[in-house]
């Protein structure tokens, strides 16, 4: 009884509103359908919210997002969404085919670790002045590693023609490099446009979104 009623409890997000990471768990109960409950963790006010010590507690590392969900906390995106898929297994957002989920996991963590890492907030601020270009090389040079890997795995979508945690880690950073306005994003962003049907850069009110639109937007602003 206890643990259905754990079950039932809404998740909770901390999260940021232009956090890449956080913007991927948006996505993921977006598209699960899923309801649940935000906190906003403020990463430039009061110095960055993150680093209060009630935050530490819920993610030691201090970044976000934080998701309180069936009784436990997780603090990684990429974590959190395979735990959502493997408990709320409709829509999958891993195939079932073993080499396709290898495929969906080698793009996600390509962008995860090898992409978004080396330009997110705390790396920016620790390299100064030349933030823009240092952001510029990683995300070209991600880019230039994901588009030989696009075309050998894409049907609609990064994976074959059904969306996928893949999809939903590309979105975020394709928005990134434009944001630090790169000229060749590549098949990525040939891929970002096909999985939203339109420009997935377009900025819908977070009301009344269909499932390709929650999956470029998360139910939310935009990202940083």
């Known amino acids: 009884m206890r643990l259905s009623c754990v079950l039932l409890a809404k998740p909770v997000l901390h999260g940021y509103f232009r956090s890449s990471c956080s913007w991927r768990v948006r996505i993921a109960f977006a598209l699960k359908g899923m ?3 935000q ?3 403020n990463l430039i006010k009061d110095g960055g919210q993150q680093l209060t010590e009630d935050y530490k507690t819920l993610n030691p590392m201090q970044q976000v997002p934080a998701v309180e969900i069936d009784g436990v906390t997780l603090s990684q995106s990429l974590a959190v969404i395979q735990y959502i898929d493997e408990t709320r297994p409709e829509p999958r957002l891993l195939p079932l085919d073993p080499k ?4 969906v996991r080698m793009i996600s963590d390509l962008i995860a670790s090898g992409i978004q890492p080396l330009q997110n907030l ?4 620790k390299i100064g002045a030349e933030k823009v270009q240092w952001a510029q090389y990683f995300i070209n040079r991600g880019f230039e590693a994901l588009e030989p890997l696009l075309k050998q795995t894409a049907g609609k979508y990064c994976v074959g023609d059904e969306i996928s945690m893949a999809d939903i ?3 975020p950073q394709v928005y990134n490099a434009e944001r630090y306005i790169l000229e060749n994003t590549f098949t990525a962003q040939c891929q970002c446009t096909n999985l939203t049907e339109k420009q997935c850069l377009s900025k819908p009110s977070p009301c009344s979104m269909d499932t390709s639109e929650a999956l470029a937007h998360g139910g939310c602003a935009l990202v940083s």
């Open 35 to 37: 309801e649940y409950d």
């Open 39 to 41: 906190v906003p963790v």
């Open 100 to 103: 396709k989920r290898a495929q």
């Open 122 to 125: 705390h790396v920016i601020q």
């Open 169 to 171: 880690c590309l979105v």
